[in-house]
């Protein structure tokens, strides 16, 4: 009976998608309303729908001195309040709220025309390097069209046993826009960990959640699904490598889909921009902004029938899976370095312990698990120098092109232009130097000491360096070598001090930094 009630969700499912790409396709206005909507969505993508709609638009107010102090008070507070309720309402950002607006009163008739017609004409745009792409639920039938699609057959030995170095190539696939491609990686790389079978994940959900993800991620230059998946190839080598020895089934799958997701609809314009520019998903993720914006769109795709991997998995381990995913994307937040930074050097002896099998996976604590857990994963995002000499030059190049594009939109949106990203400023192989030196070599030699099988990438990272210290002399003449050296260029790998005694555990520290937590009151004597 089970069986049968399986196999007719199945078919629901598979129903759901073609009416859904019905609607995209053939319906003009797919509102519920439209008696030609075959397709009407559910509660909960309603409420996924309202929060991650136009998450980079900015907010904006009524024009300054055409309101009273009263009028004032009365549209921040209509604000305010769409914020929280999250409207569906696109504009709901642009003024107040319809009921709020009825209270406001104008000194002159005039003021209102005039403050309606300003704030049409200023009407707010999406403020992000590339639009994001239309998600197109075509795109998840694919397989019944072109079923090589699910063939790992159809992919070269060779390739196969690359993935389990740091010598693959991403870019091979990346110059031709090869996503089908990428993915059918990504699949080879869950069944080779276990986890299609251990879980129990049928193809077409695998490549659906994988179609998914790829289709949220914009092409902005550096932070695509591109550099999502070296990420995920990355760890997937330190999980083979022997990383994955200490860690069971539930920790590998949490890892692999929260380096997937982890930069999930990136605009290519970090938080401090957000905050800057003011933009909804600011207001929405006070800390971790976009962090947490990656996180929900990784929970959105899990809660879609059609691409929840997690569905044959029971209650229990689905919640820790969803604990883990949620602390690893925080953890990827370049703010909460310095502090995860210092809980590694803190607490080394204990994963080295753990890391060797002294102490049982049940006998450890928590903390030190997701603290290992978050540092693979800190690594792995941070991979693109212990790569070939030839390979991380190529990443090097698009996340500065990137960094430039940002103060390119800050000039235009007349916001301050960030020091490190103004290319007029930077010195590239100067900057890459900065990066290796306090940011990587930091994470990565205590994380030798625990993981001697992440030697090689201490030493690739030394090879980089001499590269970009060799580029740096020649840039400069013999005579300003050592002017060079004392160059004071602010960097934006200098990570924040921390105190040598870091009091908060990494689960607090992580917990603290999402949209869902609350700041815990204080006893009151």
Not at 110 to 138: C, G, M, N, Q, W
Not at 349 to 372: C, G, N, P, R
Not at 439 to 447: A, D, F, R, T, V
Not at 498 to 519: A, C, D, T
Request: proline share 4%; net charge positive.
């Amino acid at each position: 009976m089970s069986l049968l009630k399986q196999e007719f969700l199945d078919l629901q499912t598979e129903w759901d998608i073609i009416m859904r790409s019905y609607n995209q396709e053939f319906v003009s206005n797919p509102v519920e309303e439209n008696p030609n909507v075959l397709y009407k969505p559910k509660l909960h993508d309603k409420v996924f729908e309202k929060m991650l709609r136009n998450p980079y638009r900015r907010v904006t107010m009524a024009p300054q001195g055409f309101l009273d102090n009263s009028a004032v008070g009365l549209v921040e507070k209509g604000v305010k309040s769409s914020i929280s309720k999250l409207s569906s309402d696109e504009d709901s950002f642009e003024t107040a709220s319809s009921e709020d607006d009825k209270q406001v009163r104008f000194k002159k008739s005039d003021d209102k025309k005039l403050i309606k017609k300003e704030t049409k004409r200023k009407r707010p745009k999406e403020v992000a390097l590339v639009h994001r792409r239309s998600f197109k639920y075509i795109y998840l039938l694919l397989p019944f069209v072109s079923p090589e699609i699910l063939n790992p057959g159809s992919v070269d030995q060779r390739v196969i046993d690359k993935l389990n170095t740091l010598e693959f190539d991403v870019f091979v696939y990346k110059d031709n826009n090869d996503e089908d491609m990428v993915i059918l990686l990504t699949m080879i790389m869950f069944h080779k960990l276990g986890l299609v079978e251990e879980f129990n994940i049928s193809e077409l959900s695998l490549f659906r959640f994988c179609k998914s993800v790829c289709l949220r991620y914009r092409a902005v230059p550096f932070h695509n699904f591109y550099h999502a998946w070296n990420v995920c190839q990355t760890l997937f080598f330190f999980l083979v490598s022997g990383g994955g020895n200490c860690l069971g089934p539930i920790e590998k799958i949490s890892l692999m889909i929260a380096a997937l997701c982890h930069d999930c609809d990136h605009p290519g314009l970090n938080n401090s921009f957000q905050a800057k520019a003011s933009t909804r998903v600011s207001l929405l993720h006070k800390k971790s902004t976009l962090e947490n914006h990656h996180l929900l769109q990784c929970m959105h795709i899990l809660e879609q029938p059609e691409s929840n991997i997690l569905e044959n998995i029971n209650k229990h381990n689905k919640s820790l899976v969803s604990l883990y995913i949620k602390h690893l994307i925080l953890a990827t937040d370049l703010a909460l370095h310095g502090a995860i930074h210092m809980n590694l050097i803190n607490r080394k002896k204990t994963l080295t312990k753990f890391y060797l099998k002294q102490s049982s996976t049940e006998a450890v604590h928590e903390d030190d698990k997701i603290l290992l857990m978050c540092c693979f994963l800190k690594c792995s995002d941070l991979s693109n120098e212990i790569r070939p000499t030839s390979i991380s030059h190529k990443w090097a190049n698009l996340v500065l092109a990137e960094f430039f594009m940002q103060s390119d939109k800050e000039r235009e949106l007349d916001l301050p232009v960030t020091p490190f990203m103004d290319k007029q400023k930077v010195i590239v192989s100067k900057e890459q130097i900065n990066f290796i030196e306090k940011l990587c070599l930091p994470l990565y030699e205590p994380m030798c000491d625990i993981c001697p099988f992440m030697n090689v990438c201490v030493k690739n990272l030394n090879t980089n360096r001499m590269e970009w210290n060799i580029r740096l002399r020649n840039w400069c003449s013999e005579k300003d070598v050592n002017a060079t050296k004392a160059l004071t260029n602010q960097s934006i790998w200098e990570p924040e001090k921390v105190k040598k005694k870091w009091e908060k555990s990494i689960l607090s520290l992580l917990s603290s930094r999402s949209s869902g937590s609350e700041p815990k009151k204080k006893n009151q004597k």
